[in-house]
């Protein structure tokens, strides 16, 4: 069955360092990837998606990739903010299918000093 | 405004008891779905539905009954509450309910079953 895997549980961010989430997936059909991120309190609210290999849709400084060969749509941002701090959510959806499939989510949570 | 209105925001209820959950959307859109997040499972998708036909049902209980009296209306009914089903339950909607389109998601409901 399609299924999304989020390795980590829990990222901390630095200031102005790189910060990398990793998503990868299983889809029996053509595969739609999104970014969803959920701030304390609030609703889950698109970041990014792609359905198109190899292409690197970009917002609010957030970058992924959808790499088809290796079942990837990892999250990248080179300068994080201490205002990413979120829960962060890949989803599939694949075909004709109407549910979109969360991960189990990575909580980015500062690095403090 | 919000452009997705679900009602209540909180909601407490015994053990046994039944609820109404109450979702609406004024974005235009023609699918709405039903999706729960507790500590278990982060964000679990329900139901779906298209032009106020069930689309897909991954619950396994028929506790809970989703009921579309509109086509921007989706309700959730869930019956013979027990403690597990305290989470939070989010709808949402977009223009259709297949391939690239964005889910918008409303505020939530927040359910604790005592």
């Known amino acids: 069955g399609d299924s999304v895997t989020q390795t980590e549980g829990l990222v901390t961010l630095t200031e102005g360092l790189p910060v990398m989430l990793n998503c990868t997936y299983q889809s029996t059909y053509s595969p739609f990837l999104f970014w969803y991120v959920q701030h304390l309190n609030e609703a889950p609210k698109l970041l990014l998606k792609?359905?198109?290999?190899?292409k690197r849709p970009e917002h609010q400084g957030f970058h992924a990739t959808l790499h088809k060969s290796s079942s990837s749509f990892h999250l990248q941002k080179s300068s994080a903010q201490l205002s990413d701090s979120a829960l962060y959510y890949c989803a599939l959806r694949t075909g004709f299918a109407s549910a979109l499939t969360f991960g189990s989510g990575t909580k980015v949570i500062p690095c403090l000093p | 405004d919000p452009k997705i209105i679900q009602k209540p925001k909180y909601l407490v209820a015994v053990t046994g008891s039944e609820k109404i959950l109450i979702c609406e959307q004024y974005?235009?859109?023609?699918?709405m779905y039903w999706y729960r997040q507790s500590a278990k499972k982060p964000l679990e998708f329900m139901f779906s539905?298209?032009?106020?036909?069930?689309?897909d049902n991954q619950t396994a209980s028929s506790r809970f009954q989703p009921q579309s009296s509109k086509k921007n209306h989706l309700d959730l009914q869930i019956t013979a509450l027990k403690p597990d089903d305290s989470a939070t339950y989010f709808c949402?909607?977009?223009?259709?309910?297949?391939?690239?389109?964005?889910?918008?998601f409303g505020s939530g409901t927040r359910l604790t079953v005592l």
């Open positions: 539905y298209s032009y106020q036909k069930l689309m």
């Open positions: 974005l235009g859109h023609n699918a």
């Open positions: 792609s359905f198109t290999d190899n």
């Open positions: 949402a909607s977009s223009p259709r309910d297949w391939g690239p389109e964005t889910l918008y």
